[in-house]
Every structure is written in C-alpha cells, then in structure tokens.
C-alpha cells in the first residue's frame, strides 16, 4: 500500500518535470513562478509556447459554395492525432452549429503517418509538421456570414508528454451578389438533370 501512495506522489511530479523540461526551464520556476500576479502553474507555460497554432480563411468555389480550409502548425518534436485515429491517443474532431450546412467530412492532407506503439501495441495515426483541413459550407443567402469551428483533440511529443488541444476559429465568408446566387443554382439545377438523364438513360441500355 505504501509503495502505491508513494507512486501516486511522484507521477504528477514526473509529469511536471517532463512539462518543465520541454520549456528548458528548471521545474520550480516552471511550477512556481512566482511574479507580480502570483503563483501559475505548468499549465501557464504552455499558453505561450502552444504546441499547435491555428488558422483559417475561405475560398469561393461558386456563389453558393464556399470552401474553408484550418491550418494546422505543429511544432517541432510534437505530433497531432489525425480524424481517423485508431490508436489511443485522442483523435481530432471539427464541430460547429453550422453542421447542416457543411459537408460532414473534413479532407485531410497530408495522410496520417502510422507508427506502432511497442508498449501499448497499438498503432497510431500522427500528423506532425503542417497540417490542412478541407470542406464546403453551403450559401443560403446573399448576406456575408461567420462560421464557427471548435476544435479538439490531443497533442504529444515523442517522449509521452501529451496535453489537450481546445481551440475555436472563426471564419469569415463574404457576401455575394443575388444574381451570382441565382445563376450558381440553376446552374446546379441543369447538373442534376443531366445526371438524372444520363443515369435513367445508362439504366435503360443496361435492360
């Protein structure tokens, strides 16, 4: 039973040191610091020296879609855990308000790179470096409008310090012309009874 407690005691004390070392600051300062505002904690440290940083921007495809593409850049020694993770680490995951108008999945480039987990046995999917996350977000209106995206997941170094990624972007998407609007729709109106037609007459060759 001591030996447990004992154990229990010194894990966080690891993990700070660990925090502490990847800042390449001496442990007390790092869970000390003491300045004029107080006391902060490792924590604290790692608001300014955030291992992943995000940004976002929009590109009209035609009036009524508009594609919205997340940057990813990941510091070096550090990994994210890509959308389809099967391993344990926490996978990305891309929420908004505005889901029914967004396509559901978001294209990630580059591929995952898979590495095994001797210890775990598993095998996990990491992005490190520079990663970019595509979709489409549909155009109701006429009117500019703000896109939301909250994002999470978990980001590591190799040695096993990991720490939770919580992260909300907004994207502004311009407002366009009625007449652009309306042309983008009828346009997309023919498409779908060209495909309509081709189908229906693809079906009846194959009679």
């Not at 590591?156 to 907004?170: A, F, L, R, S, Y």
């Not at 012309?177 to 729709?185: D, F, I, N, P, T």
Request: charged share 15%; net charge negative; glycine share 8%.
């Amino acid at each position: 039973m001591k030996k447990i407690l004992f154990i229990l005691f010194l894990l966080p004390l690891v993990v700070m040191a660990q925090f502490s070392a990847s800042l390449g600051e001496p442990i007390g300062e790092s869970f000390m610091g003491a300045n004029a505002d107080g006391l902060h904690g490792p924590f604290d440290k790692l608001r300014d020296h955030a291992p992943v940083t995000w940004s976002a921007e929009s590109r009209e495809i035609n009036a009524s879609k508009v594609e919205i593409s997340l940057k990813a850049n990941i510091l070096e020694g550090w990994h994210l855990y890509s959308q389809h993770q099967n391993g344990t680490g926490l996978p990305l995951e891309f929420v908004t308000p505005h889901s029914s108008l967004l396509t559901p999945n978001w294209i990630e480039t580059p591929t995952y790179t898979e590495v095994f987990e001797p210890i775990l046995k598993t095998t996990e999917r990491y992005l490190a470096g520079e990663a970019i996350f595509t979709t489409t977000v549909s155009r109701l209106s006429t009117d500019s409008f703000t896109v939301v995206i909250n994002i999470s997941g978990q980001a590591c170094q190799d040695n096993g310090m990991c720490v939770p990624i919580e992260e909300t972007v907004t994207v502004q998407v311009p407002a366009t012309s009625a007449e652009m609007l309306a042309a983008s729709a009828e346009n997309s109106e023919e498409n779908l009874l060209w495909f309509f037609l081709l189908a229906f007459g693809g079906g009846l060759l194959g009679i």
